[in-house]
Structures are given as C-alpha cells and as structure tokens.
C-alpha cells in the first residue's frame, strides 16, 4: 500500500504574527515558516505505519508557491520516500481547490491511504481533509488520535476526539484520516536523513497539468486585529480577588 | 435605479410573489433567503449548539425562513424534532431522517442527505455549529455540492459578508462569498447567542416531515461504521455553554491536584478546562483542552489557575467577559489579557478560595 501524506507551509507556531497595515493580510515576508504540526503529525503516522510493514512507500504532497518545497524537504528528511509538489505560484488557493487538486492526485497514484492534519494553524478552516473525502466518496476518519490497520480486510479502526470524549469508529480503505494532536509525537529529521532528503525527488506539477481550475468563490475583504483587551490589575490577595469579582465585575 | 429599489421595498415584504423574480436580479438584488440548519441533539433536544445557528440564521436575515435537519433513531430523535419545531419562531420546518443506522452522526451519510436536501429546498445559507459534528459533517456536504463552506464565522454582517478569526484569533478576517448557492457556514457558538421569546416560538409550531432516505448510497455510506463511544460522565456544565469556567495548566502537577480545581468548581457552578499540557500530562481527559484546538469557551468569568498563556490557548478563551489569572509567575503571557491577575502560589490560592467563596447554586 501507498500512503499520501499532504503537508503545508505556514507561519512557525510560535511566531506572534502581526497584521499588515493596509489590512491585506498577515505579514509573511521574513517571518519564520514551518510545516504545519498537524502535517507532522500526519506524516509521522504514515512513516510509523510504512515501518510497521503496513504501507510500502509514504509520498508526500503540497500545494503551494516555490518555497513550499523546503517543506517537502523537510518532509523527506522526516522520512517520506518521495514529494510531488503542485506550484500554484502566489494564488491563494483555499481548500476546495487543494482538495480538488488532491483528488487528482490521488487518482494518479492510487494511494490506499490518505492522510492530512485536523487543520492548518494559519487559515484555521479544518475542511480539506473532509471535502477530499467527499470528491473521493472515500470514508472519513477526521480527529484521529489512534490509527489501527487491519491490512488484511483493508479496514482502518481510527479514534476520534469528539466534543464528548473518544469516539471509534471502523473505515474501510481507501481512506482519508485527519489527524489531531495526540496521535503521536513527530520525529526530528537527523544530519543524515537531512542529506540524503537532497537526493529525494520533488517532482513539480502544476494544477493546470492535474486538470484543476482555481475557482475561488470567497474573497478576502480585509484581515484587521482583534479588539485589545483592557489593562487588567494585578490584586494583592484572595479577599480583594473575590471582593472584585462580586462588586466590580460582578460575576460572582 | 427605481426598478431595483421597489424591487428591494418588495423583498422586504418577503412577499412570495418575489419569487419569480430571482433568476433575472440574482446578482444585484440578494434573493429570497432560506436556511437550512445541520443539527445535533442529544437525550430528546435539539443541542445549545445548535440553538446558537438558529440565532445566527436569524442574524442572516430577519425574514429568513429556517428549515432545521436532523438525523437519529428512535423516539429520541422524534422528541428533538418536537423540540426544534418549537424552538425558535423563524423556524418554518423541520426535516428528519429517522433510521437504525442513522443513530450516530456519520458524516458519510450526513453529507448525502444534506446535498440531497439541498437539491429539493435550494436553500440559501446552510449552516451548523463549530462544533466536532460540525466540523466533520459541513465541509464533506460543501465538497459534495461543490462551494466552499467557512469555517467558525463571529460575526455576520450581511447575508453574504463575515467576519472569522484566524491565525488562533490573532487576526479577524473578512470574508464575502461569491459563489453560487448554497452559502456554507460553521458559526462560533460562543459568538450567537440570541435571546429567543419561548411564547412567540410556542404559538406557531413548524411542521415536522419525514425525509425518504432510501436514496442513501450504500457504496458511500457502508464504508464507515461507528463502534463506540466512551466519555467522561460529568455532573458539571457544558464546558462549551458554562457560565463560568476555571482551568489548569502544567502547574497543577496532577491529576489528583486536578480534584481541587472540580471541588471549586463544583462550588461556583463551574466547568472545568485544562491546557494542552495539562492533557498531554495526563491530568484530564482531552475533551477538556481549551484553546486553538481544543473547545473555544466565552464565559461571563474564567479563572485560569497556571497557566502560561500561550498563544494556542489564548485563541480558546480570549473573549470571555472576565479574566483571572493565578500564576506564580508575574511574566506569565496571561496577565496580559487577565482582567485580575494574583502573583501567587494555586496551592495556597485555591483552598482559600473554596472557603471564601459563596456557594452558587
């Protein structure tokens, strides 16, 4: 079986990022950029499941403008055997469209398995996984916090994180899982898994030769930042705390 | 001009002879607006949740006719129905999938009937909560008929112009869909919560129709099966809807010492939250997390009882009405949303406050 992992480049997680003056966007010139960490996680459970003897190759994709190749890099010396790369150029491409370009892709390499991150941490929309899903009329295993193969009926047993707790649920393959937080703790890319990633192949297509036309139907009015919130103070003692609340705040 | 105003004074009268008018002024004049509300329920009622896009379907539009969906088995699902027909007074209908394998929201089977629903009601705004059913079921349907759905909308300032956070809420972003119908939404609960005239809803129940859903495609819908499900029984509120909620981070050290935030809890009526590193520790079960990732609450008060304040979990509480931090360290990121912020030790500041504070019922 081949694995399809999708990974994405975004903001480092731990940038505080700032607004652009003219409301535009985010500022993301000179600003440090890193693979997603649900994208870890995802690929991290194709590598784990690749080394289990599971699945025999984990592929990893992204879509993006050139600099997304440095995240496939970083995918490679992770682990994965090989990337496709689809250069959008500089469009935002939102997740319709990734999904449709997914969808192709899948379609070329026959993967029995998909697998994305829960989200990405920048647009914050938490649906490409699904909407490839439902183009595929493939099954969902989204919030996934344990994956368990079963290769010979070709069925996935994947635990959820729903609102209520953990929800199971039993998928037949092909499949598309989302990963959350918790499914596993991504690897670091070594020296030497770094150099050899030099020599994987990234093979660049673009969503015009995958037959995908960008059709984006939500449009970007202005990106502002959110209202301050009001200086607090900093109290001396309990008795004051719970005087504030009851005769100030009044929530108690 | 004047064609398009008088069009306009007549749309307002939502009078149904409009109607035919729609095709010829679809882009300068917005059409009829329908909603059609994906909902969940639970023990017989329809969810706070889904009660929220209710009230943000009446933000659409005043006028906005409202069908509401639902999906189960049993008599359960027939006693939300009763509940949904009554819950709002702009809903004009509710539509219900009963069927044994339709028990557990799968979002296979969710998807189909959405777009077939869609296809008999053309609806407008399809809209359901942020919630984990929300987040699984909307985006597959959007796919499925082909428009992009958006997720977690705050704000709503026309039928088709909305505000989201993005970035874990560090930045808001407007958004306008230009697409066709139906416009797809995930709505932040927290952000509507409209007051709703139980009188007025009461007098004018909706009709409740069955759905035929023996158009479900087995080739899709077979391929997922539910197992189980194992929660948390808990006593307490909602975290999603509590009107207060009190959380621990990395600092609480335990889980054990985690018994001493639910005690306190327990006394304010509260919900209890933890960090992602309280989770990852072991202290609670995940459910709980509260941030980017987790559940993203807005209470009257929270207390956060060690937390940093990281960034992540800031996106999942930073619109909450009151803030206290109790931190021993004063550089701790979260004062700097803190309304109240004490410099000191939890151990100390939390049976102090189980004795101090005044029971709340």
Redesign the interface.
Known sequence: MKIMVAVKRV?D??V??R?KPDKTG?ETTNVKMSMNP?CEIALEEALRIRESGLAKEVVAVSVGPTQCADTLRTALAMGADRAVHVDAGTANV???SV?KILRALVQAEQPGLLILG??A????????G??????L???????A?KVVLDKENQKA?VE?????????????LP?VITT???LNQPRYATLPNIMKAKSKVIKKVTPEELNVELR???????????PK??A????S???E??D???NE?R?? | MAAIAALKALRKSSSPCFAPFRTTFSQSIRRFISTLIVAEHDGGFVKPSTLSAIAAAEVVSKENSISVLLAGSGPSVEKAAQHAATCHPLVSEVLVAKAEELEHPMAESWAEIVKMVQQKGSYSHIMAASTSFGKNILPRAAAVLDVSPITDVVQISEPRLFVRPIYAGNALCTVQYTGLDPCMMTIRSTSFQGEVNPDAAKANPATITQIDISFLNQEIVGKSKWLSLSSQESERPDLGNARVVITGGRALKSAENFKLLEKLAEKLGAAVGATRAAVDAGYVPNDLQVGQTGKIVAPELYIAFGVSGAIQHLAGMRDSKVIVAVNKDADAPIFQVADYGLVADLFEVIPELLEKVPEKK
Do not use: H
């Open positions: 903001v997680y731990a505080k990022i607004v985010v649900f939102p997740p319709l999904a829960k989200q941490i920048d647009d914050d929309c938490n649906q490409t699904q909407m490839v899903a439902g183009l009329k493939w099954s969902q295993g989204t919030f916090s047993t959820r994180e729903v609102d209520g707790g953990i929800e199971t649920i039993c998928l037949d499949a959350d937080l918790r984006p139907d939500i449009e970007i009015v202005q990106v502002t930042e959110p919130r009001k607090g103070v900093i109290l003692s309990v008795d705390l719970i504030k609340l009851k705040a929530v108690l």
